[in-house]
């Protein structure tokens, strides 16, 4: 492991042995100094994983220092010091790019901390760049973040599918990127200059869903008063999103296998046929293996969908990316509302750990987003999470009444519980849960299917 290079920069010679002393004690190689010229061209010389600066300084402000060493080197963290009457001096330098504040006096404890909370930051922002390079993606799907081992076999397959033109079939959860990935695939594929559309197959009638698709002529029912292209035209040499395949009545299953077997289809009320060249990626929340049982779905259609298959693991299944993720969040909604926020406390982020997460990734957003819009301080804390009811099913505030229960029904447990405390409001319901309110309907759609006899 290459060493990590601390740069101290503190007038008052005490403090400045202090924290050098104080750090020393762990894997950093420390250098000092006491004014901020001095320190300027230190950084000039060489490049610093983490400064530690004190706001005022002899000869040049902290601020003026802070800003130096960025325009150096963007990727050094800073994390500055500051006296109680200075403390609005600190807010602004987190807004020039310093990782966090401590206010004198402080801790070793404090000090060592808030020096592997910035480095632990700068890991994942390393972390995610190495990963968006790998899959030439644009900032806009920076989203895409972990460590875990399972979404990495994501990243590689994502990679190796892309330069194909096969079929894909993306399962997994509500909430858990799908439509990412997707848009990840046609990024770093061949036809990334070409059209991305999708479609949400089950937001649209099945009576309009073949028109949506395969477009229309003028005249071909009533209001068609005009040709229109649908959604395979409009992709064309490019990437078309089926999202919620299993949303889709067996009729048009069957128009749908003769496109992706001849590639070519009929517009409504059409006599040319129209050849297009469109890679499908499909998504669904559904078992399809279970629903072809149930003659709900296509065999061959799923066959023919199934050419290559990514799996999105739910959030529960990896937990060591939830501290990552909401520390992510946490960032991204603090700039978007121009809030300064910081951490998260030690109890908050036990209660990220525990939760189970039937929201998955999307949950854990809202959550971060919340939290960020009602707070006022720079730390989350339980209060500011709306998880707690969540994960009291029972008035004992245990979870001893969950033991022995399969997975499915302490969801079902949950959102009907959810929604009799909403009083049978879904849109409230399904924004406590973290999910959309078509999930929701859905979900209660199968309950119903199993014998509940609830509205």
């Known amino acids: 492991m290459d060493p990590i290079n601390l740069l ?6 005490l403090m400045r042995e202090f924290i050098a002393q104080t750090l020393s004690q762990g894997p950093y190689i420390v250098e000092t100094a006491s004014k901020g010229l001095e320190a300027q061209k230190m950084a000039e010389r060489k490049s610093y994983h983490l400064a530690v600066l004190d ?17 150096l080197s963007p990727s050094t963290e800073v994390v500055m010091m500051t006296a109680y009457a ?3 001096g600190a807010v602004q330098a987190v807004k020039m790019g310093a990782s966090n504040y401590l206010r004198k006096p402080f801790s070793a404890q404090e000090l060592e901390a808030a020096v592997e909370k910035a480095l632990d930051y700068q890991q994942l922002k390393e972390e995610n760049k190495r990963l968006r390079g790998q899959l030439n993606l644009q900032s806009g799907y920076g989203m895409m973040v972990g460590k875990d081992k399972k979404m990495q076999d994501v990243y ?3 990679e190796l599918v892309a330069q194909s033109h096969s079929t894909v079939l993306i399962q997994g959860e509500s909430g858990t990127g799908k439509e990412l990935v997707v848009r990840a695939i046609h990024q770093v594929s061949p036809r990334r200059e070409k059209p991305f559309i999708s479609i949400n197959c089950a937001a649209v009638p099945d009576n309009l869903l073949e028109s949506e698709l395969f477009g229309h002529e003028k005249g071909a029912f009533t209001g068609a008063i005009s040709r229109r292209k649908g959604k395979f035209e409009l992709a064309d040499g490019g990437t078309l999103l089926l999202d919620e395949i299993g949303e889709m009545s067996l009729g048009l299953q069957a ?5 992706l077997q001849e590639f070519e289809f009929y517009r409504v009320g059409g006599s040319e046929p129209i ?5 499908v990626i499909a998504t669904t929340n559904q078992d399809l293996t279970q629903a072809i049982k ?3 779905f296509r065999e061959d259609l799923f066959f023919r969908l199934n050419v290559v298959k990514i799996l999105l693991p739910p959030l529960r299944e990896r937990r060591n990316d939830i501290p990552l993720l909401a520390e992510y969040f946490l960032r991204k909604y603090g700039e978007l509302y121009h809030k300064e926020m910081f951490s998260i406390s030690k109890e908050a982020m036990e209660i990220l750990l525990k939760y189970d997460w039937p929201g998955n990734v999307r949950e854990l957003e809202n959550q971060m987003e919340r939290a960020v819009v009602l707070n006022s301080t720079p730390e989350v804390r339980p209060d500011h999470l709306s998880l707690q009811y969540n994960l009291r ?3 004992t505030n245990s979870f001893s009444a969950l033991v022995g229960l399969s997975l499915r029904k302490v969801e079902k447990n949950l959102l009907l519980k959810t929604l009799e405390k909403e009083g049978g409001n879904r849109t409230r319901s399904a924004r406590v849960l973290g999910i959309t309110v078509r999930t929701l309907r859905n979900k209660l759609k199968e309950y119903r299917e199993e014998g509940w006899t609830g509205k």
Do not use: A, C, Q, W
């Not at 050849?275 to 890679?279: A, I, Y």
């Open 8 to 13: 101290v920069v503190e007038d008052d010679v």
């Open 156 to 158: 590689k397959l994502i």
């Open 55 to 71: 706001i005022k300084l002899p000869d040049l402000s902290g601020l003026d220092l802070l800003s130096h060493i960025k325009k």
């Open 393 to 395: 099913l029972d008035k």
């Open 275 to 279: 050849r297009v060249n469109v890679r």
């Open 86 to 88: 200075t403390i609005e």
């Open 255 to 259: 128009k749908l296998l003769r496109v």
């Open 294 to 296: 149930e003659g709900k």
